[in-house]
Nanobody, 114 residues
Framework: QVQLVESGGGLVQPGGSLRLSCAAS????????MGWYRQAPGKQRELVAR???????NYADSVKGRFTISRDNAKNTVYLQMNSLKPEDTAVYYC????????WGRGTQVTVSS
C-alpha cells in the first residue's frame, strides 16, 4: 500500500521559514505528480503547490514568491520550502500523490504565530 509521511511542521514566528518533507514508499514515485495542500480550521482544503512528474510547478497565488516545491526522485521525497511565513499560512499541510487516483498523507501542523 502506498504510504506518504510528512515531516517538518512546527511553530514559527511570522517572517520565519520552514521546510516540509514528504517521503513516499511503495510507489513509482517518479511517475506521480506530487502536491502540497493545506486546510485551516473551518476552511476547505486548498492546493498550495504542485509539481508534475516532469518537474513543472504551479502555486496558489497566496504563496507565489514565498514557497518553493521541489522533488528528489532518488529519495522518493517531495519538499516544500516556506519562507516569509504569515499567520494566515497556519494550517495542517498534506502531501498528495496523483497519477490515476489520489493518495494522501496524514498531514503536519504548521503554526505561524508570535
Amino acid at each position: 500500500q502506498v504510504q506518504l509521511v510528512e515531516s517538518g511542521g512546527g511553530l514559527v514566528q511570522p517572517g520565519g521559514s520552514l521546510r516540509l518533507s514528504c517521503a513516499a514508499s511503495r510507489i513509482m514515485f517518479s511517475l506521480y505528480a506530487m502536491g502540497w495542500y493545506r486546510q485551516a480550521p473551518g476552511k476547505q482544503r486548498e492546493l498550495v503547490a504542485r509539481i508534475t512528474s516532469g518537474g513543472s510547478t504551479n502555486y496558489a497565488d497566496s504563496v507565489k514568491g514565498r514557497f518553493t516545491i521541489s522533488r528528489d526522485n532518488a529519495k522518493n521525497t517531495v519538499y516544500l520550502q516556506m519562507n516569509s511565513l504569515k499567520p494566515e499560512d497556519t494550517a495542517v499541510y498534506y502531501c498528495n500523490a496523483n497519477r490515476i487516483g489520489d493518495v494522501w498523507g496524514r498531514g503536519t501542523q504548521v503554526t505561524v504565530s508570535s
